[in-house]
């Protein structure tokens, strides 16, 4: 059963919407908050997650409304058709079924009519008994030695995946040292291998496709340089691949022991749960991994049951559409406060860029109305002393997510505190900001003459009313990192709902590809061929050289 086909703009509760939008968009966030008759309303805490929506620019009556919108394009219809393994990828006609690869196995799940629980737990296995053997030394190198290096060579979500999760759970690292090789930029992959011993070295060639050239030119470079230090029977020892495409995998050499299989209803941005993942179980050992899955499966299971009221990636997501389409925000920001999670933003620009950045609705129709979100973030307090200037004082409204943790995992919480102080304070100054009273005053204090104080006071008034999302969890675990991640990943399947598009394929990626491959013919041929005048004087000054 395919995805219905609803213009969300021509629904009542968004011409609601659009009328609440003027009683509230002068309103500010503090008086909305004090005035609110149950609190308990904007909270919307589970398992070990407290996520508090109350800093934003809603009343009980914004979330009923968004709430109804859900409704109306048939949300719940949406979401029990893509667990249900319906080819809800109408473009690619294929199923969406990453939810799937993270089951706890205790029920069937069918795509075109066959039970796929049982392949899932297969190439689950083998992860598990791949990492095992290569972490305790079970499985060596081509000259007898152990393996002390992993390094991924893949890109897009072959690669941003696994890099995030893995600098995510650095604390929980195996014996193993992870690297990830991903630009087609040569410089990328020569400095990576350089320092490396190829006789303990593991490569892991992650390509659903196993055609992108980013990702067959650097194996194909790691290849060659492989024989130069050892000899070509290295190859069947010292690399895996993960891949749908089994004849290209033989093709390059690899040995069938160590290719890891992954399905086509698996987008590459949402596979690192997949064998995609297996730099993550080698980088972090099979029970973290494992642990990982079963934190994203809690996160499925709260959203495929409960109601959306309380549904955290639904309402998020209702959120964001209010943002994105009433007040008209363009960006949206994701503060982690852990180092750790250095690359979630990069990650989520990936997962939530490339689904819903679309402008043709799913009847093939030009869209009139905002969809995909830009994203963009750092780690707190280092964006603290970056942008946060523009997000306090700019002319541009940026809802952000802050997220943070109860607990540090070096128990170190002399710092923690400070950190988690930086985190509290900045929300609460995102949305209480500064009257002109309070500076006044404070420049009083200060000693400043009446004259000094009007000409400063200005710039030193922040407005405020700026949303955020603040969400406290626990700590950082693979569970807690899972549970995370397809909260996300979920945000972004509820919006491409709602905006009547297609989340799952990413054809605007396609023509620059196409284009690459003719430009490099020229340039291998010196031969520049009719192209726009700049592009053509640019070539020209390349081939110069
Ligand atoms: O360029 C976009 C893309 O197709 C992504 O969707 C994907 O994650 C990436 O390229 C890598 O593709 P593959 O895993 O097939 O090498």
New binding site residues.
Partial sequence: MTLKKINPTKTKSWSKLTAHFKEIENKEIKNLLSSRPNPSDFNLSWNDFNIDISKNRIDNETLNLLIDLSKECDLEDAISKQFSGDVINETEKRAVLHTAIRTDGNKKINVNGLDVVPSILETRNQIKKFTNDVISGNLKGHTGKLFTDVVNI?????DLGPVMVVEALKHYSSRLKPHFVSNVDGDHVLEIIKDLNPETTLFVI???????QE?ISNANTIKNWLISKLDKNAISKHFAAVSTNLIEIENFGINSKMVFSMNDWV???FSLWSSVGLSISLAVGYENFNKLLSGANKMDNHFQNTKLENNIPVVLALLSIWYNNFFECETEAVIPYTQYLSRLPAYLQ?AIM?SNGKSVDRGGNPVKYQTGNIIWGDTGTNSQHAFFQLIHQGTKLIPCDFIGFKKPLFKENTQHDKLMSNFFAQTEALMMGKSEKTVVNELKNAGLSEHEINSLKTFKIFEGNRPTNTFVIDQLTPESLGSLIAMYEHKIFVQGIIWNIYSYD?WG?ELG?QLASKVLKEIENKKISNHDSSTNSLLKSYLSN
């Fill in positions: 893949g890109i897009g979500g072959s992650v390509s659903k496709t196993f055609t992108t990702t987008g590459g941005r990936q490339e990413q990626v590809k």
